[in-house]
């Protein structure tokens, strides 16, 4: 049933088509809440990177397109293009690519992802300029090169040196494609002097233009909102754990964990802080939104991580497609039929979402050769991943006990003819735990986690420790009361 049709009440739960686009266990968690609505038989169209197992299992008809080509998906959507009533989009790929404006163009399916156009993440650069107009004190300090604005490579170091002399070497270096060169460096984490820094500079400039910016000192948390394209639902706050090992030791990932109070907020953060995350995403949406069609921003336009600083809210980056892990914090605890929500998205009618009063712990398991764990922890590695076979059985096993309370949810796995399921490069799979309390919620992910057999898969085992959690709040207070 397409969107402006009206619902008439029948005895029996109305069947309807949806076709996901999946990259991992965001798209799990996507269908999983689908498959759980009430008031709809739901049928899944599955566009995936590879035959993930949850949603082989899941899927009406499952197709792997590897790297999720928009023409491809299209050509999917097509075949079933009188089936399908409207798709979700998981990963930011092919958003950035124009997936929304192909497939509404070639089949009718009108699909939950903003249009081309809004796909932000597309430019590094572009984003922090239409910050800078729009929200300037939320943006970093930070200053955008390019080769054609200078007729050498030594005028473009020197101005380097020159910027660097301004900000201090605490920068973090932004190639403004998603790809070009090594991609994004941090002081402390890329390079530790400024040779390396500028190194790290020279090596993306040729690709294109590259932003320094500050190095924000501060906790990191995650804000999503629903957007039907007129309205904005923001969703309770998440914090997601980037560092590969505990400790936050190691380097960046997509993201090893990340956990959600019973609240909207994180214990580190304050009321006024949340309002002025919801103030500063409202200022961007009333802009784009002057310039959008009622739809364009369909999708969830604003998955941003900001940096809490004494004086407010930063702006690290901004999404058009949801966190992975973050949405699983979510879409587990949605009290409202999934399906409802995004037929509200779809009629420009969603003000709010509503989420049971839960903490949300999520914990991924990774290949030893995911993030440099073989090297750097090779007495733990005993087998060769390519070819053992990951046992989710015992895990799946703890719904028994568990009910609802858990969730499993495979990412970079592929399931093979020979029936079992095997990791690939990234990471394999997620546990989400829901509890009273995060420290409930947590248990039972990491009793999830445990019960997962087979090959070297690793995890951190501090998401959403308490001693974790009090070490941003205290962080946070020395912030607050320094004024840095
Ligand atoms: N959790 C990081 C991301 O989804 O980009």
Redesign the pocket.
């Known amino acids: 049933m397409r969107k402006t049709e009206s619902r008439e009440v029948s005895p029996l739960p109305e069947k309807i088509g949806i076709l996901v686009v999946s990259y991992g266990a965001r798209a799990a968690a996507m269908i999983d809440a689908f498959a759980r609505s009430d008031n709809y038989r739901v049928e899944i169209y599955v566009a995936d990177k590879q035959k993930n197992p949850f949603n082989v299992k899941q899927a009406k008809e499952h197709v792997v397109i590897p790297d999720l080509s928009i023409v491809q998906i299209c050509k999917f959507a097509k075949r079933f293009k009188h089936k399908i009533d409207f798709g979700l989009v998981g990963p930011e790929k092919p958003i950035i690519e124009g997936i929304r404006d192909v497939v509404e163009q070639e089949t009718d399916i009108p699909l939950i992802c903003p249009t081309k156009e809004y796909a932000l993440e597309a430019s590094k650069v572009a984003q922090r300029l239409l910050f800078e107009k729009i929200v300037p004190e939320a943006n970093p300090k930070f200053k955008v090169f390019d080769l054609k604005n200078f007729s050498t490579v030594a005028a473009v170091k020197e101005e380097v040196n020159k910027w660097l002399n301004q900000t201090g070497n605490e920068v973090a270096v932004k190639p403004d494609r998603p790809a070009a060169g090594k991609g994004v460096g941090v002081w402390g984490d890329h390079f530790n002097t400024r040779e390396e820094l500028v190194d790290h500079f020279m090596s993306n400039i040729e690709y294109g233009p590259v932003i320094i910016e500050e190095k924000i000192e501060g906790e990191e948390s995650s804000f999503q909102a629903f957007c039907d394209g007129k309205h904005l639902a923001p969703l309770p706050e998440t914090r997601?754990y980037k560092r590969a090992f505990d400790g936050d030791k190691g380097p960046n990932t997509?993201?090893m964990g990340s956990y959600k109070t019973v609240g909207d907020i994180l214990p580190f953060m304050t009321t006024t802080d949340k309002e002025k995350e919801i103030e500063i995403v409202t200022q961007v949406f009333t802009e784009l939104r002057r310039r959008a069609t009622s739809t364009d921003l369909r999708g969830i336009p604003f998955y941003d991580a900001f940096i809490h600083t004494s004086t407010g809210p930063k702006l690290l980056e901004n999404?058009s497609r949801p966190?992975?892990?973050?949405i699983q914090n979510i879409l587990p605890i949605l009290k409202d039929d999934f399906v409802d929500v995004c037929y509200k998205l779809l009629e420009g009618n969603l003000t709010r979402v509503n989420l049971q009063k839960r903490a949300t712990v999520v914990t991924y398991k990774a290949p030893p050769n995911y993030a440099g764990f073989a090297n750097a922890f090779s007495e733990r590695v005993k087998t060769n991943e390519a070819n053992t076979p990951i046992d989710l059985a015992q895990a799946e096993k703890l719904t028994g006990k568990y009910r609802d309370a858990i969730r499993i949810y495979p990412a970079s796995m592929e399931l093979r003819e020979n029936g079992n399921a095997y990791a690939l490069g990234s990471r394999a799979v997620c546990v989400v735990g829901v509890g009273n309390s995060i420290s409930e919620a947590r248990e039972v992910s990491l009793e999830g986690v445990d019960a997962i057999a087979g090959g070297s898969l690793w995890n951190r085992t501090d998401i959403a420790s308490r001693e974790h959690i009090n070490r941003s709040i205290e962080h946070m207070k020395e912030l607050r009361l320094s004024k840095k």
């Not at 966190?323 to 973050?326: F, K, L, M, N, T």
């Open positions: 997601d997509g993201g999404n966190g992975d892990p973050e």
